[in-house]
């Protein structure tokens, strides 16, 4: 029981973050384009690159720092971390074919899911 607490404390520090950093963007730039959203994705995906590579290549701390850092703070932060932590693993181990149908289809069907549930919903 005690590894969930450790996630949901992380998860609420990383969706505060997420809120701060994409309204002070917001804020600070404006525009149509969701530049909060899309640092906000690449800051996660970068920190993830550097946490996994850390927790699981070089040094050996307790699991639930990785529970924490990652799961916690960084799925609260944007979970498109994961997406492409793992996109990039299936690259580095020599499965780049899957690497770009699990890169397509996310982005693709990930878009077709918004636009069917926001079409459903938006009907009366």
Same mark, same amino acid.
């Given at each position: 029981?005690?590894?969930?607490?450790? =996630?949901? +404390?992380? +998860?609420?520090?990383?969706?505060?973050?997420?809120?701060? !950093?994409?309204?002070?963007?917001?804020?600070?730039?404006?525009?149509?384009?969701?530049?909060?959203?899309?640092?906000?994705?690449?800051?996660?995906?970068?920190?993830?690159?550097?946490? @996994? %590579?850390?927790?699981?290549?070089?040094?050996?701390?307790?699991?639930?720092?990785?529970?924490?850092?990652? =799961?916690?703070?960084?799925?609260?932060?944007? %979970?498109?971390?994961?997406?492409?932590?793992?996109?990039?693993? !299936? +690259?580095?181990?020599?499965?780049?074919? @899957?690497?770009?149908?699990?890169?397509?289809?996310?982005?693709?069907l990930g878009y077709l899911g918004v636009w069917l549930g926001a079409s459903l919903a938006a009907r009366q």
């Amino acid at each position: 029981m005690d590894r969930y607490f450790v =996630v949901l +404390a992380g +998860a609420g520090l990383g969706g505060v973050a997420r809120y701060a !950093a994409g309204s002070w963007i917001m804020a600070k730039y404006g525009g149509r384009f969701p530049l909060g959203t899309l640092i906000i994705n690449v800051s996660g995906s970068f920190l993830i690159g550097v946490l @996994m %590579t850390l927790l699981t290549a070089r040094f050996n701390p307790h699991p639930y720092w990785r529970l924490f850092l990652v =799961v916690g703070i960084l799925g609260g932060y944007t %979970t498109f971390s994961s997406f492409e932590y793992e996109t990039y693993q !299936a +690259a580095v181990e020599g499965a780049r074919w @899957m690497a770009m149908l699990y890169l397509t289809s996310s982005v693709v069907l990930g878009y077709l899911g918004v636009w069917l549930g926001a079409s459903l919903a938006a009907r009366q």
